[in-house]
């Protein structure tokens, strides 16, 4: 195994341990950074938001409309009322 290895250049090993050190940098920086979004996130204060409702008082059409796309009822929150079927095991 040994002879094998001193075989190979030195430069494979170096090429190798850049890629790795790479690889690992970026593993690294993206965990790092995806902590980051979450926290900015999480210090929304969702009571700022209008809603679509709020919309209605003077685009009534187009709110009207709006409720019935897929874009909005996939929106909604994963409520018992708008959830059509079962989680339960074997259900449907």
Do not use: Q, W
């Not at 850049?18 to 690992?24: G, T």
């Not at 809603?51 to 929150?77: F, M, N, Q, W």
């Amino acid at each position: 195994m040994f002879r094998y290895l001193k075989k190979r250049r030195k430069s494979n090993f170096i090429i190798i341990g850049i890629s790795v050190i790479i690889y690992f940098g970026n593993v690294m920086f993206t965990t790092l950074d995806i902590a980051d979004k979450r926290k900015d996130i999480a210090d929304y204060d969702v009571s700022k938001f209008a809603g679509s409702g709020v919309c209605a008082s003077c685009h009534k059409d187009i709110y009207e409309s709006h409720i019935h796309t897929a874009h909005y009822l996939d929106s909604r929150p994963a409520a018992k009322e708008f959830i059509k079927g079962s989680f339960v095991h074997g259900g449907e």
